[in-house]
T-cell receptor, first 113, second 112 residues
Framework: DTAVSQTPKYLVTQMGNDKSIKCEQN?????MYWYKQDSKKFLKIMFS???????INETVPNRFSPKSPDKAHLNLHINSLELGDSAVYFC????????????FGPGTRLTVT | GNSVTQMEGPVTLSEEAFLTINCTYT??????LFWYVQYPGEGLQLLLK?????DKGSNKGFEATYRKETTSFHLEKGSVQVSDSAVYFC???????????FGTGTSLTVIP
């Protein structure tokens, strides 16, 4: 069983389009995250949700909007895609009081042309 | 503020060589420290962790000791294998606030 899953694995789209990436975790964790990893492998946190409530929202453009329909899902919707949005996006989750241990999904490679 | 600094890569070693990847941190409180590993085409996986000063985390032959006096958490392995080729991330988490801070990652390539 996959602990943290993301779909799709690859996403190629044109500038200006709107797209969504889905994330699901079956670990029963309370907190979920979205990270962006650039071509140099630099990892930047974008959002963090705890029990469907936003607790961290780093300085990302408001074209990015997370949606958490329930504790097990955290989807990422991106409007008006730009070339600079090309990256690998990782979803992660962690249990309450985990002291920092996170479980990552396999990533979604987004290419904007 | 909190931050993590790790040595820049890429690092290339021959099989069975000794590995050290340096990591230092800045924290306002009492953080937990982690090493994560990312194999090609995959997400990050927790490699080891230490939650308080002088703790040693270990896994798969890798070790790191939480040194409060030098604010360091260097990753070491006595004899690397080709299968250890990956990107390694040092990370910090404060107990309060659930905030995470990752280093920039160090790419390791082990050649036969």
């Amino acid at each position: 069983d996959t602990a943290v899953s993301q779909t799709p694995k690859y996403l190629v789209t044109q500038m200006g389009n709107d797209k969504s990436i889905k994330c699901e975790q079956n670990l029963g964790h309370d907190t979920m995250y979205w990270y962006k990893q650039d071509s140099k492998k630099f990892l930047k946190i974008m959002f963090s949700y705890n029990n469907k409530e936003l607790i961290i929202n780093e300085t990302v453009p408001n074209r990015f909007s997370p949606k958490s329909p329930d504790k097990a899902h955290l989807n990422l919707h991106i409007n008006s895609l730009e070339l600079g949005d090309s990256a690998v996006y990782f979803c992660a989750s962690s249990p309450r009081d985990s002291l920092g241990e996170q479980y990552f999904g396999p990533g979604t490679r987004l290419t904007v042309t | 503020g909190n931050s993590v600094t790790q040595m820049e890569g890429p690092v290339t070693l021959s099989e069975e060589a000794f590995l050290t990847i340096n990591c230092t941190y800045t924290a306002t409180g009492y953080p937990s420290l982690f090493w994560y590993v990312q194999y090609p085409g995959e997400g990050l996986q927790l490699l080891l962790k230490a939650t308080k000063a002088d703790d040693k985390g270990s896994n798969k032959g890798f070790e790191a000791t939480y040194r409060k006096e030098t604010t360091s958490f260097h990753l070491e392995k006595g004899s690397v294998q080709v299968s250890d080729s990956a990107v390694y991330f040092c990370a910090l988490s404060e107990r309060a606030g659930n905030q995470f801070y990752f280093g920039t990652g160090t790419s390791l390539t082990v050649i036969p």
